[in-house]
């Protein structure tokens, strides 16, 4: 190869940084990577959010999964328990650069007792009367449990009367912000993947869980029969939840997730979720909310847990670079001078990506040096430190690096080549250079990650 000269910052500073044939032929020799560089798992970044209301997440370049792990909220307690937040786990499709929305939603609070004494002995009950509040759904969904009334049977029965606890709120990603829409409970195609709310308790019924992916039903767990306590019903896939015996009036098979005010004890309010689950209702004691339910793509895990409401996003940050000349083929920097080669597990094979203003480095695992050119046309790609950011490893990528169906260019603007396979080799061991482009396979690249 004739000696070329590498100017620091290219043609934009013009300053001489010597003979850099010379230079990188020493170089190469000294830090080239073994081409049996050791497997490495890939690296992950992981972003949690655990307060409550709303995260904006703009997607990384390149990236088009996102790994997820999302815990909806536990309804509120009362005489009984609420019900337990779902925790849902899956790989979620998304576009790179743009911005997702994780929602965490909020715990179901807890049943408001109407008065302070109980009269021993079976006698009449302390009533408070300005405490007949309902108790709030958690944030994003739950639905508020029934206030109580008058406290007639409470008075009779020597218990003080409660109100349903609030059902607790969903957890979960999406397209949208809450701003401009609204997805939580209806179903929307604007979620990419759920974690049901617990059900809100009723004073002798608890909540059901959050959906595993369907809601659970409240359970009576006091000593009224059934028939005394209309009991929320959890929510399915495609339908929020109701309650057994409608005895509200709403009508056969009606969804219904707020809880249902009662004389003396009102029901659970219904978790959130890709549809809330169903309000309790009384004719003697309150019955407990059913949970909401939960979605995800094929594949997700689902479980009922006790942790705290959150949304976790992990994505993978190193890739592999396939032309699209031969797709079975992947960039490999073993040795310090670029090839195409099988794909192997080597961290020779993986690369990352380092913003520099509106361009990016493209930084080999093995080594930790940048994917970098000549500048001459036909000159083989090779591996050079990152530390001072040189025009000949800046790189300018498309919006929707790693998504295009047909391959992305990966073009290099001080010097006016994308990246290429040498005479279109389709063979593994041929060299990866630089070229103006010409509209061929050779010139465009998918992005691709190991398992």
């Known amino acids: 190869m004739a000696e070329q000269r590498w100017w620091h910052g290219g043609m934009r500073t013009g300053r001489a940084w010597g003979s850099l044939a010379a230079v990188v032929a020493g170089a190469l020799a000294a830090v080239a990577v ?156 604007a979620l990419l993947l759920v974690a049901g709310g617990g059900g809100g308790a009723g004073a002798e019924s608890a909540g059901g869980n959050g959906g595993t992916p369907a809601g659970g039903n409240a359970g009576p767990d006091g ?19 109701s309650n057994y015996h409608n005895i509200a009036n709403y009508g056969p098979g009606v969804p219904h997730c707020t809880g249902d005010a009662g004389d003396s004890f009102g029901g659970g309010g219904g978790g959130g979720g890709y549809y809330c689950g169903g309000g309790g209702a009384s004719t003697v004691e309150g019955g407990g909310g059913g949970g909401g339910s939960s979605y995800a793509p094929a594949g997700a895990s689902y479980a009922a847990v006790t942790q705290d409401p959150s949304v976790t996003i992990t994505y993978k940050t190193a890739f592999r670079l396939a032309p699209a000349s031969r797709s079975s083929l992947t960039l490999d920097g073993a040795g310090g001078s670029v090839t195409q080669q099988a794909p192997s597990g080597a961290t020779s094979q993986l690369w990352q990506l380092v913003p520099q203003g509106s361009l990016y480095q493209i930084v080999n695992l093995a080594t930790s040096q940048c994917l970098t050119t000549w500048g001459t046309a036909g000159a083989q790609l090779f591996l050079w430190p990152c530390t001072i950011p040189q025009a000949a490893n800046e790189w300018q990528l498309p919006a929707n690096f790693g998504a295009s169906a047909s391959g992305s260019l990966i073009y290099n603007p001080a010097y006016n080549l994308v990246i290429d396979v040498y005479g279109g080799s389709i063979t593994a061991g041929g060299a990866i250079d630089a070229w103006p482009y010409n509209g061929g396979y050779a010139n465009q690249y998918f992005l691709t990650f190991p398992a």
């Open 223 to 241: 000593n009224f029969a059934d028939a005394n306590i209309d009991l929320g019903t959890g929510a399915t896939d495609s339908a929020a939840g």
């Open 34 to 189: 073994p081409a049996s560089a050791a497997t490495a798992s890939v690296p992950t970044q992981a972003v949690s959010f655990t307060t409550t209301g709303e995260h904006a997440f703009t997607v990384p370049l390149g990236i088009t999964s996102v790994h997820v792990v999302a815990i909806g909220g536990r309804g509120g307690e009362g005489y009984q328990g609420g019900g337990l937040g779902a925790r849902v786990e899956a790989d979620a499709r998304v576009s790179p650069g743009t911005t997702i929305y994780a929602e965490v939603g909020g715990n179901g609070a807890q049943a408001q007792v109407g008065g302070s004494t109980v009269a021993q002995g079976g006698g009449t009950a302390q009533v408070d009367p300005t405490r007949n509040q309902p108790a709030a759904g958690g944030a994003n969904g739950g639905k508020p449990g029934g206030a109580w009334q008058y406290g007639t049977l409470a008075r009779q029965l020597g218990v003080l009367p409660d109100s349903g606890a609030g059902g607790g709120g969903a957890s979960d990603l999406q397209t949208c912000p809450v701003v401009t829409c609204q997805p939580i409970d209806v179903g929307s195609g």
